[in-house]
């Protein structure tokens, strides 16, 4: 009778898994050996078997040079399959299983293959691995090959005894939620539940009628529950519903769909589950649909959920949720979205903790999800053993941001604290577990993301906990002066611990902080700001003496720093790029070989710088005159002599004004331009990149110029400074082309070899007529141009300031010779 009973479950289970997975039975009984008619098949199997062998033996030194090859263990577990190499392929399943979560169908095989091979000794073992297959994703065929299994080889089931009949009623209860509620498959949980349960009515004995009307109508209950899931095929149920009922005597029109003889309850629960089942029956076709490609399917999965979101059952969100992981296992952002659902509507409980568990197993390069399962644990109460567990497992992990590791040990820091000030803590927890975990997460951390407003927050929230946790303020002062050892460059972090100072009124010691960090040089207004802050800080906290001090040592800081902010801002702005662009540059050198004496120009080209001059001197911009009809000596025109000229000028090279262009230093040498423009993003708005070489051997100098469209493209890319880009932390800022540079108009001319006008042309760039440079005569004078700029004073002194040569014969002054010199003045 109970062959009979569970023959049904049995058999719709081997018909999916062999829609599932087609496999071969490793542990089937091998054919006889062949005869001397077969020969031929012998020889060819040997060498199927020696060729198998070999691609074994090669999957295996790939498999031991990277075990990360997902690939690779899947042709190796289906060679030692077709081998039936057990033992081996035992191994190579439990080593893939400890690097990577299965798919179900891999699960199917395994779990297969070691059930074939079942006996009453080894059921525990095969059990546990249907657990450890169910708990990685929820499968309709697993479930019914574990159930299957169990009324088949568990002698605590067979003969349905009592202890047996409770644990397959709580493992169907377990299954109907996870894959009962799958639209197209989950028909074949509910009838093997009341498969199940028909075989223990046929056990129970006909006199006792009590026994069996409890057991019929457990049975009733399991139809109802099962006419009121939408799932497909709903009325061939409702046909073995009434099927049975006629079995116990009652007539409910089985001819008929007419639900009028079934009781009210149940007619409106069957027809709101058709009803339902018809809205997702598009969603279903189209999840099926295997002419799509990946994305598009992943994408109706999405929609499926979207749909199922706006119906309001978790059930049934959950539901497509277990189906979509199981087809995208490696999908982040799935998992990233079905577990904060997960956190918004159960808050709480073991299917959370078990969804994170399944989650970081799949896709463990995710912090985030890592930092929210530390999360669900503590809302869990999980003790600090597992919690301690899952954070180191999660330290070993590789995330593609700093920041996801800094993530997660501010997750654990915010957990120990929260646990260690709860009044409902059961265990006690020290504090020198934090103080372990914020000194681990510096020294890890410090090197990568030196000088970043993250680490400073870290560093920040670690003194402030040394202090109202900890109650140590030696071990405050510890953390801050740890680290503005490596990263004194930052004003945030100096005011920080001396806000901590003051805030504890420690004047002294804030005072102290002032006069370690006031002379150093901060980026932007920063070394100002602190001088003007110390002056703030006497005023509101301080004594009169330390007002005095500090005016002492603030204000001559203060005007040395004005007077390099005044020397900055009056070097003159650069010629745009229009002008440059307009009137092209030749060095001096080339000036020199072009034209070695003015005696021997040709007067068609002195003709032409003439009239060029006439036009600069009559206060028009400084562009080649239209000399079209101009005719020369040499009957040529001037456009055919400026054509000439031109064809030996080199081309001009591009003009970079330097408006939006960032300057990049401590690049890699290997990086490329390519490389940059993907740094900096697709949308980073990057118009062009030029890297610098050195002159004599051509290779990197780690540093580059970026020019960007806008403003607003050059503020984000300054945004990234400090980031790591090819292992190394680039330094990015806006170029300052005003910085180092020379006053322009002091060379007499725009770069181009045109003279500009008149007003600009200092009287130090005339020399007596005779020179040997390029030059316009008029009268006795001539005007330097070109890039002859060594009669303009490279550095302009103030006015009156002179530095005559002491004659030989003259005697030095004394110190008071000096002074009443000057007190004359």
Not at 649 to 664: G, N, R, S, V
Request: charged fraction near 30%; hydrophobic fraction near 35%.
């Amino acid at each position: 009778m109970m062959d009979d009973d569970t023959e049904l479950v049995v058999s719709s289970s081997d018909q999916k898994m062999d829609d599932d997975a087609s496999t071969e039975n490793p542990a089937a009984p091998r054919p006889d050996p062949p005869s001397s008619d077969d020969s031929g098949e012998s020889d060819s199997d040997s060498e199927d078997e020696a060729e198998s062998n070999q691609q074994i033996q090669t999957l295996e030194s790939e498999l031991s040079a990277n075990p990360y090859n997902y690939d690779a263990y899947v042709q190796y577990i289906k060679l030692l399959r077709k081998t039936a190499n057990l033992e081996k392929l035992r191994q190579a399943r439990e080593a893939m299983s400890a690097i990577f979560p299965l798919s179900p169908s891999l699960w199917l095989e395994w779990a297969r293959d070691e059930a074939s091979l079942a006996s009453s000794e080894n059921v525990p073992e095969v059990v546990m691995l249907y657990e450890r297959g169910l708990s990685d994703y929820q499968s309709v065929s697993l479930w019914c090959d574990y159930l299957s299994f169990l009324l088949e080889f568990d002698p605590s089931v067979r003969g349905y005894p009592s202890e047996g009949i409770s644990k397959m009623r709580s493992l169907f209860e377990r299954a109907i939620p996870a894959a009962g509620f799958h639209v197209t498959e989950g028909n074949r949980i509910w009838e093997g539940y009341r498969e199940f349960e028909q075989g223990v009515l046929a056990t129970i004995d006909e006199a006792d009628l009590e026994e069996r009307n409890n057991q019929i109508q457990r049975i009733r209950s399991i139809f109802h529950r099962h006419l009121s899931v939408p799932l497909e095929n709903l009325s061939s149920t409702l046909i073995a519903y009434k099927a049975w009922e006629l079995e116990q005597g009652i007539d409910l029109d089985i001819g008929s769909d007419d639900l009028s003889k079934v009781s009210h309850q149940v007619a409106a629960a069957n027809k709101k589950a058709q009803q339902m089942y018809s809205e997702r029956a598009h969603l279903e076709e189209h999840i099926s649909n295997k002419d799509l490609s990946d994305t598009e399917k992943f994408q109706e999965f999405m929609n499926y959920i979207k749909f199922e979101k706006t119906s309001g059952d978790p059930t049934r969100v959950q539901a497509i949720y277990e189906r979509a992981v199981a087809e995208y296992p490696v999908s982040s952002d799935l998992w990233i979205d079905y577990t904060m659902y997960l956190d918004k509507t159960l808050k709480v409980g073991k299917a959370i903790t078990h969804a994170y568990s399944r989650a970081t197993r799949s896709c463990p390069w995710i912090g985030d999800l890592w930092a929210r399962y530390l999360l669900a644990l503590e809302r869990g109460s999980a003790s600090e053993k597992e919690i301690y567990a899952i954070f180191e497992k999660s330290l070993q992990c590789t995330f593609s941001s700093f920041e996801e590791y800094l993530d997660l040990y501010l997750t654990r820091v915010d957990g120990l604290r929260r646990r260690m000030l709860s009044t409902r803590m059961v265990e006690a927890l020290d504090y020198s577990l934090i103080k372990e975990t914020f000194q681990q997460a510096s020294d890890y951390l410090t090197p990568h993301m030196q000088n970043t407003d993250s680490l400073l927050h870290l560093h920040a929230y670690w003194a402030n906990l040394e202090l109202n946790i900890g109650k140590d303020l030696a071990g405050a002062r510890g953390v801050w002066d740890s680290f503005l050892k490596k990263s004194g460059g930052m004003l945030a972090a100096w005011h920080a611990y001396i806000d901590m100072e003051v805030h504890l009124g420690h004047i002294k010691e804030a005072r102290s902080i002032f006069r370690r960090c006031y002379t150093r040089k901060f980026d932007g207004t920063g070394s100002e700001d602190i001088c003007k802050g110390w002056l703030r800080f006497e005023r509101e906290h301080g004594d009169l003496e330390g007002f005095d001090l500090a005016v002492q040592k603030v204000m001559p800081r203060l005007e040395e720093l004005q007077l390099i902010r005044l020397q900055q801002e009056s070097t003159p702005v650069k010629p745009s790029a229009g002008l440059k662009e307009h009137n092209s540059q030749k060095s001096a050198g080339e000036k020199r070989k072009a034209e070695p004496n003015v005696e021997e120009e040709s007067l068609a080209k002195r003709q032409k710088r003439k009239g060029q001059k006439e036009m600069d001197v009559g206060g028009q911009s400084a562009t080649v005159p239209n000399t079209k009809n101009v005719k020369a000596e040499n009957g040529k025109t001037a456009d055919s002599n400026k054509e000439e000229t031109e064809d030996a000028k080199p081309l001009k090279p591009k003009i970079y004004t330097d408006e939006c262009t960032a300057f990049i230093s401590n690049l890699s040498v290997k990086a490329q331009e390519e490389d940059i423009r993907k740094f900096f993003g697709d949308d980073g708005g990057v118009d062009s990149i030029r890297i610098l070489h050195h002159k004599d051997t051509g290779k990197p100098r780690g540093l580059a110029y970026a020019d960007f469209v806008d403003d607003e493209h050059l503020a984000a890319a300054i945004a990234k400074n400090r980031k790591i880009f090819f292992g190394k932390k680039i330094s990015i800022a806006r170029s300052n082309p005003k910085k180092g540079k020379k006053e322009f108009t002091r060379r007499g001319n725009d770069g181009s070899g045109n003279s500009k006008e008149p007003s600009l042309i200092s009287e130090k760039a005339k020399a007596p007529l005779g020179g040997e440079m390029e030059d316009v005569r008029q009268g006795n004078e001539v005007e330097v141009r070109g890039k002859n700029t060594f009669t303009v004073p490279r550095q302009v002194k103030p006015l009156g300031y002179t530095t005559p040569k002491p004659s030989a014969d003259e005697t030095p002054k004394s110190n008071d010779e000096f002074r009443n010199m000057f007190l004359k003045k």
